[in-house]
């Protein structure tokens, strides 16, 4: 079975690093989401409802999502309702996850919807250069 490749985004590196002085346990949290969710779903086709698509930046090269259910050991007590909150973008062809952002609900209620576009622009100007 293939491997999935991750990448960050340096917007996405800004907000962990801003999480990580409240959040320590984030990065670990981050690997065992990316085996427990992000790899079950891509790889293996297991839903287990913690991953969501965003339907309005989806084709058929790259597919946007939202992780839901994360566990932060800092937060105890919370499980995977901590209101943790990763976006990504999953290239089907080469298997790879960039992480795009990541955010705490109770300080951000959704996803940088201007952010993501910029994110897509990037990647069309990126295709038309090859």
């Known amino acids: 079975m293939s491997q999935i490749k991750y990448k960050k985004t340096s917007s996405f590196e800004k907000d962990l690093k801003n999480l990580l002085k409240k959040l320590r346990t984030l990065e ?3 690997e065992i989401a990316k085996i427990n969710a992000i790899e079950l779903f891509h790889l293996k086709n297991i839903n287990n409802e913690a991953v969501f698509p ?17 566990a932060c050991k800092t937060l105890k007590g919370r499980g995977i309702k901590s209101g943790i909150r990763i976006i990504y973008a999953f290239y089907i062809e080469t298997q790879t996850v960039e992480f795009i952002e990541i955010y705490f609900k109770s300080e951000s209620e959704n996803e940088n919807f201007s952010r993501i576009k910029e994110y897509i622009k990037d990647i069309l100007k990126k295709d038309k250069n090859i």
């Open 28 to 30: 670990s949290d981050i």
């Open 54 to 70: 965003i339907p309005d930046f989806c084709s058929n090269e790259v597919k946007i999502y939202k992780l839901k259910k994360f």
